[in-house]
């Protein structure tokens, strides 16, 4: 059977890519042929390519630029018609025609379209989007109820070919892990006897990190033994870095850049702060949790991700000082 599976880009930053790569490594490639379509990794992210590819996943990885994407997935498509299902994770509205251009191409494939996103408003556009989804797919899976909701219509949960997609992780890799949390402490300056709170992801609009640091900056201003450890990049680091300088935390505030040893750091919090903006069900709550660690998110995160006690939500607009007394208490 022949899969081509679509998705954002390779690296492993990216939750969906993440999710993508768990997939495809505990799926039997000897009875499935995949094909993964997908982007060029970020320069600043390790790639997920090298494991895919070892176990037997042929990568095509194609420009970044949307318009440009959209004509070589068109062109691959023309040339290669026999595919079986073609599993396409999707976030966008341009996502609905691409599906009917996938359906004229590959009239034999059944399509699954894969919701990861909500992020409001809803607007007139996206009710349209809905409509050209519903026309061309085949089955809908969402990381959450929510998630499929916004990409692919209100009532689509209700629909006998929808179903949720559990953004589940590997319980050989996230698990409590002593050696672990004191190495990457240890690699970082952080004491026994200080607390670490922790981030991993994006530092983009979608994570919130001013918000975040606001947060910090109350709980550390009410426990001196805190420390806070960021894990990723993105497109607002130097602002949340110069933040960090004006707030007078640069020797509190660690950066650690891209990792793609994310347990490792998982275990090194005392409690993982998620105040985002908006998201799906994100992969890092479930790897904080995998990992035993309490977790603080804001109440824009569905709660579908909370599949342990150790999560705790709070509103946005909830002051810091609330947020960091209860990131002391949890």
Request: include cysteine; hydrophobic fraction near 50%.
């Amino acid at each position: 059977m022949r899969i081509l599976m679509i998705s954002n880009h390779l690296g492993v930053q990216s939750g969906v890519q993440r999710y993508v790569q768990n997939l495809l490594l505990h799926l039997d490639l000897a009875r499935y042929q995949v094909d993964l379509f997908v982007g060029q990794c970020p320069p600043d992210q390790a790639s997920t390519a090298p494991a895919l590819q070892a176990a037997g996943v042929q990568i095509l990885a194609v420009p970044d630029h949307k318009k440009d994407r959209i004509r070589a997935l068109w062109a691959h498509l023309r040339a290669h018609k026999d595919y079986d299902i073609i599993h396409y994770h999707t976030a966008s509205k341009i996502g609905a025609p691409v599906c009917g251009m996938m359906r004229a191409l590959c009239p034999r494939a059944k399509i699954i379209v894969h919701s990861h996103i909500v992020y409001p408003p809803l607007t007139l556009a996206w009710h349209a989007a809905h409509l050209v989804y519903q026309c061309f797919a085949d089955y809908f899976l969402g990381c959450g109820v929510a998630a499929g909701r916004f990409v692919f219509g209100a009532h689509i949960d209700q629909k006998p070919n929808f179903a949720v997609a559990c953004n589940a992780v590997d319980q050989s890799r996230f698990h409590p892990d002593a050696a672990a949390r004191a190495a990457v402490r240890a690699r970082y300056g952080v004491a026994g006897t200080d607390r670490l709170a922790g981030f991993v992801g994006r530092i983009n609009h979608q994570k919130n990190p001013l918000f975040l640091l606001d947060v910090f900056a109350a709980l550390a201003a009410a426990d001196p033994a805190w420390k806070l450890l960021l894990v990723g990049t993105g497109e607002m680091e130097a602002e949340v870095r110069a933040a960090v300088q004006a707030q007078g935390l640069q020797d509190r505030v660690l950066f650690a850049g891209v990792q793609d040893d994310v347990p490792a750091f998982m275990n090194a919090f005392d409690v993982f702060l998620l105040p985002s903006n908006f998201e799906g069900s994100p992969v890092t709550l479930v790897e904080a949790q995998g990992c035993g660690v309490p977790c603080l998110a804001s109440a824009n995160v569905p709660n579908d991700g909370a599949v342990t006690d150790l999560v705790h939500f709070l509103p946005l607009d909830a002051p810091p000082a609330v947020w960091a007394a209860t990131a002391q208490r949890i």
